[in-house]
């Protein structure tokens, strides 16, 4: 009775006990996303996207994805779950060319089949035991990577690293009988922190549970100062202020108050995207929203999308209709990093159109478009793609910062810049800026030579046991 009368709500979950783990699930999803771009780069120019099938079905974007990667050689920004639909579909039809033995096992068929097969979620929250039996099922990750991502973990001194509210919801769902979990009527997660795992994606784990429960619905409110802001680098500018800060000791320091432009407008696309194919990958129709979360200043927020992401968005359509000529340069992939997602000029003209509801919505005014693409491009009717892209780029290189109101108080919920100043008070002594820990045959780290380094292991092993 109480599931059925009462909304259930989850917020973004903190534990210190977790917090080690969390940044290394991070880290070892980073290095997996990494992994599946590079295994997609390989394979593009033998992909035809005619025998793709249903991964085409649910992505469409894959086309074009596909002719630009065998073009250019640029992968753009894309989801692991969409790059692991393509290769997925593609290994039953790939061929290796001859000289295939002779690359790197990185490159060959076993390693790709061994990454695309990893069952693995950005949304799990595994226990201690459960990762490092992941890292040791892991056969595709290079055991350099692995020693780098483990050292890198255990200096996350100055973190909170959290889990998402999302992932909060599923681990919870999963842990009760499908009779009791049917009778849940409405979730509430609210992502009012950042978190780890790439979040924006979590969503896709609600899906099996709306498909369950017609009656479910689930709104997923997350936080634009909180969070969506924050979550476009692993180690934001605040962050670096705060360490620079630290490091130089100065007395009464100015407030980190800003965040580039161009990472704010990223990371907002990059949400309202993986939100736009939830439908295509099963989401039943209005049983799932996003409410991008502007207060406590939403009319910040709204200057914000109605000065900057309408013209990131306008900007994108026109170079997306600009004449294709020219030659490609490699000097234009650094152009290309600034592309934001094809369906997100569609996506912010739907949430301009209807803020108030349909599955993206927000709470402040959005604005609308500025302009149109076919009146941009007369304006410089001589202008081929790569002239649209220069001014794309020049865009996103020439913003100011935004001024966030409160942002400094905001940024001091995800650091540990307290804790972090009393365990160094002179400083972070040199030594424990040093290389990786030896690694034993079973993937563990072992014991160290250098009287420093086991000093460092001691006090890790003192911080494990701890926890």
Same mark, same amino acid.
């Given at each position: ?22 940044? &290394? ?6 290095? /997996? ?5 590079? @295994? ?25 994805? +596909? *002719?630009? +990667? ?38 060959? &068929?076993?390693?790709?089949?061994? =990454? $695309? ?19 040791? %099922?892991?056969?595709?990750? %290079? ?8 050292? /890198? ?42 978190? $780890? ?19 479910? &619905? ?11 802001? =924050? ?13 620079? +800060?630290?490091?130089?000791?100065? $007395? #009464? ?11 704010? +407008?990223?990371?907002? @696309? ?22 991008? %979360? ?8 709204? *200057? ?12 994108? *359509? ?15 992939? &650094? ?7 094809? %369906?997100?000029?569609?996506?912010? @003209? ?5 803020? *108030? ?44 910062? @935004? ?6 108080? !905001? ?21 424990? !800026? ?6 034993? #045959? ?26």
């Amino acid at each position: 009775m109480a599931f059925h009368l009462n909304t259930v709500k989850f917020n973004t979950t903190y534990l210190e006990e977790l917090r080690i783990l969390a940044g &290394r699930f991070h880290n070892f999803l980073f290095e /997996r996303h990494s992994a599946l771009k590079s @295994a997609l780069g390989h394979r593009a120019a033998s992909m035809d996207p005619t025998k793709l099938g249903e991964a085409i079905s649910r992505h469409p974007i894959l086309v074009p994805t +596909i *002719e630009e +990667i065998k073009q250019k050689g640029r992968i753009p920004t894309l989801a692991s779950g969409l790059i692991l639909d393509a290769l997925r579909a593609h290994l039953p039809h790939d061929e290796l060319p001859p000289q295939a033995s002779k690359n790197p096992l990185r490159d060959a &068929r076993q390693s790709i089949e061994e =990454l $695309v097969s990893f069952e693995i979620n950005p949304w799990d929250i595994p226990l201690e035991c459960e990762f490092d039996d992941i890292l040791k %099922d892991a056969a595709w990750v %290079d055991p350099d990577k692995r020693a780098y991502a483990y050292e /890198r973990c255990l200096r996350i001194d100055n973190g909170k690293y959290r889990f998402s509210a999302a992932a909060t919801a599923i681990y919870f769902l999963h842990r009760i009988i499908p009779e009791t979990r049917c009778l849940i009527q409405n979730i509430l997660i609210y992502e009012d922190y950042r978190s $780890v795992a790439f979040p924006e994606c979590h969503a896709l784990g609600l899906i099996p549970f709306c498909q369950e429960n017609p009656s479910l &619905r689930i709104i997923q409110r997350a936080s634009l100062w909180g969070n969506i802001f =924050l979550s476009s680098t692993d180690e934001p500018s605040w962050q670096k202020h705060l360490l620079a +800060i630290f490091h130089c000791r100065i $007395v #009464d320091p100015p407030p980190a108050d800003s965040l580039p432009l161009g990472e704010i +407008i990223q990371t907002v @696309a990059v949400w309202m995207s993986e939100a736009g194919i939830l439908a295509s990958m099963g989401m039943p129709a209005s049983q799932f929203t996003l409410l991008m %979360d502007g207060d406590p200043f939403p009319e910040k927020a709204s *200057e914000i999308f109605r000065k900057e992401l309408q013209e990131a968005a306008l900007l994108q *359509e026109t170079v997306s209709k600009a004449p294709r000529f020219g030659h490609w340069c490699s000097y234009v992939e &650094r152009v290309m990093d600034h592309f934001l997602f094809d %369906d997100f000029p569609r996506l912010l @003209a739907d949430l301009s159109n209807n803020w *108030e509801s349909g599955m993206i919505q927000c709470n402040f005014n959005p604005g609308t478009s500025i302009g149109s693409p076919d009146e941009i491009l007369a304006t410089h009717p001589d202008w081929g793609w790569q002239e649209w892209e220069y001014e794309l780029w020049d865009y996103f290189e020439d913003r100011e910062d @935004a001024e966030l109101p409160g942002f400094d108080q !905001m940024a001091l919920h995800n650091n540990m810049i307290e804790s972090y100043c009393q365990k160094y008070p002179n400083g972070r002594p040199r030594h424990a !800026m040093g290389g990786a820990p030896d690694w034993n #045959d079973d993937g563990n780290p072992g014991d160290s030579d250098d009287p420093e380094q086991a000093d460092d292991s001691e006090e890790a092993d003192a911080h494990e046991a701890d926890v």
